[in-house]
């Protein structure tokens, strides 16, 4: 009922009842809702549940009647902060739409040449083109528009073949495209002037999708219900991107039908959920996805709301967990034809690892988890208004100084937060090499709290929701295994491509939260291997990078589909050393730390 009404809700899990933040307040009537169930009692303290607290995913509407349901503030998805750009390598501006404006002779009796053939010998006439043939949507335009444009219009060609629309007049100085990445949290939508490279306007909305699921593994749940599941979740996302088309063409002074191209990224799941394709075997073993290339696809056959005869560009997938956009950050970062070895990680609920150089490329991924996210963190949210974003703890007194997300009052902490508290808990000692908390220590802030020790970060009289913001123990060993599978990954490519720490010449992060991340707190908590800072590089959104480069340019496409078949990708769970190397890799920053000289030294151990 909330998703239908609009209420905007945190569903991490997708209303499993696995995560527990879809908290709501039952104000009146709450005895028509069904019956307090196990994972209620599970998420929600007895107080709490005295005070008409219930999961939103779990009370469900039993008998008729009025009921009232407060959102507390804690709960409400509040304003994401969205990361839209990063490094873009150059291109030769080479789009795949162009346009050819052409003088046509007047018909007479003499001459009853159809339309179509005068047009086309007009086009041949330039010089410029082989056989071309017509959009259907180009061929029911043309009669009305060259007698509008008195015998003279501006053809749009798709691949110098195809004309994808017929316009009056001369139009050529007109000629829009568009790029968007579709990443599980967020769109990012750019407006490309194809004539000059341009970017003219950037709009960006989180993932309507949410709702149904805040992770890849729900929303692939979900759309695999039914036909019509999937149908659902493709067309809440077309519809944002239509509408983030639409506000950025208004902001540039740009109609929605002069956009004559779309590049779209995005991980394999939203790829195919966007295409209308069924994911669900993208998330059983062994995970094949239903198209590797690059694919075209009519615009309006997805229901996107640009130029009718439009193409969609969907750049290539390298396997069921390594995206278009893993490409793209590949095709941004230029990591493929470096000279020396480069790593490209782009962190997120399922994060990707991209090793190699001019000579090879090698990619993976693990399930890193929505930890980073806020999930299963018990005060964790996304990075939104009130969330703490900075932390640090004074060693001696463990006084804690935070900082929010637009100085609004606390209400939670996002995944930068995260990284920062359990990096200053170790420094602190606070927490050992283990990741156990220290109870031993002195301090008002350290507690133990239903049989859970925990650090309070934030006290209630400075919270927006009025209860203390903490960080529990639980929410340790929650971040020991996320920061343990990325670490996995890079080490097992590492060793697979015979290579130390040592020899990593360049570490790219990628994605909204490692932009965030403070790079030293992340290698204090051994989230990547151990390289110099300088060596370090906060890439930004670049697989909206990646995106921009295929559509102004048709060698980027080309390129792309080089790369992929370059990768030699690496499936984690099916190697023999994936157990050995996470259980080390859970311990701060690792087992063997000689792995970690500098951070050993910092902390001392």
């Given amino acids: 009922?909330?998703?239908?009404?609009?209420?905007?809700?945190?569903?991490?899990?997708?209303?499993?009842?696995?995560?527990?933040?879809?908290?709501?307040?039952?104000?009146?009537?709450?005895?028509?809702?069904?019956?307090?169930?196990?994972?209620?009692?599970?998420?929600?303290?007895?107080?709490?549940?005295?005070?008409?607290?219930?999961?939103?995913?779990?009370?469900?509407?039993?008998?008729?009647?009025?009921?009232?349901?407060?959102?507390?503030?804690?709960?409400?998805?509040?304003?994401?902060?969205?990361?839209?750009?990063?490094?873009?390598?150059?291109?030769?501006?080479?789009?795949?739409?162009?346009?050819?404006?052409?003088?046509?002779?007047?018909?007479?009796?003499?001459?009853?040449?159809?339309?179509?053939?005068?047009?086309?010998?007009?086009?041949?006439?330039?010089?410029?083109?082989?056989?071309?043939?017509?959009?259907?949507?180009?061929?029911?335009?043309?009669?009305?528009?060259?007698?509008?444009?008195?015998?003279?219009?501006?053809?749009?060609?798709?691949?110098?073949?195809?004309?994808?629309?017929?316009?009056?007049?001369?139009?050529?100085?007109?000629?829009?495209?568009?790029?968007?990445?579709?990443?599980?949290?967020?769109?990012?939508?750019?407006?490309?002037?194809?004539?000059?490279?341009?970017?003219?306007?950037?709009?960006?909305?989180?993932?309507?999708?949410?709702p149904y699921g805040e992770d890849v593994i729900s929303r692939i749940t979900f759309s695999s219900e039914s036909p019509q599941s999937l149908a659902e979740l493709q067309k809440v996302v077309v519809d944002e991107i239509n509408r983030l088309v639409s506000t950025a063409c208004e902001e540039a002074g740009v109609k929605a039908e002069e956009v004559y191209d779309m590049a779209v990224v995005g991980n394999t799941a939203m790829h195919h959920i966007f295409l209308n394709l069924n994911p669900k075997y993208v998330s059983l073993s062994p995970f094949p996805a239903v198209i590797g290339g690059s694919l075209n696809v009519k615009a309006r056959s997805l229901g996107v709301l640009i130029s009718k005869g439009a193409y969609v560009h969907t750049e290539p997938c390298v396997a069921g967990f390594v995206g278009a956009d893993a490409v793209a950050d590949m095709l941004a970062t230029e990591i493929y034809r470096l000279n020396e070895l480069s790593m490209c990680i782009d962190i997120g609920t399922n994060t990707e690892i991209m090793l190699g150089d001019e000579r090879k490329l090698m990619a993976c991924s693990c399930a890193s988890g929505p930890a980073f996210e806020g999930a299963h963190i018990k005060h964790g949210m996304r990075a939104a208004t009130g969330a703490i974003e900075r932390i640090f703890i004074d060693p001696e007194s463990l006084e804690v100084t935070y900082k929010t997300i637009e100085d609004a009052k606390p209400r939670g902490l996002c995944g930068s937060a995260i990284v920062d508290v359990i990096a200053e808990m170790l420094k602190a000692k606070v927490i050992d090499h283990s990741g156990k908390v220290n109870t031993e220590l002195k301090s008002a802030r350290l507690r133990v709290k239903e049989m859970v020790p925990e650090l309070v970060i934030a006290w209630g009289n400075e919270t927006e929701g009025g209860n203390d913001i903490a960080v529990t123990q639980r929410d340790v060993r929650e971040i020991q295994l996320a920061k343990a599978a990325i670490y996995t990954g890079a080490?097992?490519?590492?060793?697979?491509?015979?290579?130390?720490?040592?020899?990593?010449?360049?570490?790219?992060?990628?994605?909204?939260?490692?932009?965030?991340?403070?790079?030293?707190?992340?290698?204090?908590?051994?989230?990547?291997?151990?390289?110099?800072?300088?060596?370090?590089?906060?890439?930004?959104?670049?697989?909206?990078?990646?995106?921009?480069?295929?559509?102004?340019?048709?060698?980027?496409?080309?390129?792309?589909?080089?790369?992929?078949?370059?990768?030699?990708?690496?499936?984690?769970?099916?190697?023999?050393?994936?157990?050995?190397?996470?259980?080390?890799?859970?311990?701060?920053?690792?087992?063997?730390?000689?792995?970690?000289?500098?951070?050993?030294?910092?902390?001392?151990?």
């Fill in 1 to 210: 009922m909330a998703r239908r009404a609009g209420a905007g809700i945190q569903s991490i899990c997708g209303g499993k009842a696995r995560c527990g933040k879809c908290t709501v307040i039952t104000k009146q009537e709450g005895d028509l809702l069904s019956p307090i169930t196990e994972s209620e009692l599970k998420f929600l303290s007895e107080a709490e549940l005295a005070s008409g607290y219930r999961l939103a995913c779990c009370a469900l509407i039993a008998r008729e009647g009025t009921i009232v349901v407060e959102i507390p503030l804690e709960t409400r998805l509040g304003r994401h902060r969205l990361l839209v750009e990063g490094i873009e390598a150059p291109v030769d501006l080479s789009p795949i739409v162009r346009k050819l404006a052409v003088k046509m002779p007047k018909p007479t009796l003499h001459d009853v040449m159809p339309d179509t053939e005068r047009l086309i010998e007009a086009m041949k006439g330039s010089g410029e083109i082989g056989e071309p043939h017509l959009d259907y949507e180009a061929l029911k335009a043309l009669p009305h528009v060259v007698r509008e444009g008195e015998w003279m219009a501006t053809v749009t060609l798709w691949g110098g073949r195809e004309v994808i629309c017929v316009e009056a007049g001369s139009t050529s100085h007109r000629l829009y495209g568009v790029a968007v990445d579709i990443g599980t949290t967020k769109l990012a939508c750019y407006l490309v002037d194809l004539n000059t490279g341009e970017i003219l306007a950037i709009t960006s909305a989180p993932n309507p999708q949410i």
């Fill in 491 to 605: 080490s097992i490519l590492m060793k697979k491509m015979g290579v130390t720490a040592s020899g990593i010449k360049h570490i790219f992060i990628a994605g909204a939260f490692g932009t965030y991340v403070d790079p030293r707190s992340a290698k204090v908590i051994g989230m990547y291997p151990d390289v110099p800072l300088d060596r370090v590089k906060f890439a930004g959104n670049t697989a909206g990078s990646g995106a921009r480069m295929t559509l102004k340019s048709v060698k980027a496409r080309k390129l792309a589909e080089e790369i992929r078949a370059k990768v030699e990708y690496l499936e984690l769970g099916a190697d023999p050393e994936f157990e050995g190397e996470f259980t080390n890799a859970l311990f701060f920053p690792h087992l063997e730390l000689d792995r970690f000289p500098s951070v050993r030294r910092m902390l001392g151990l």
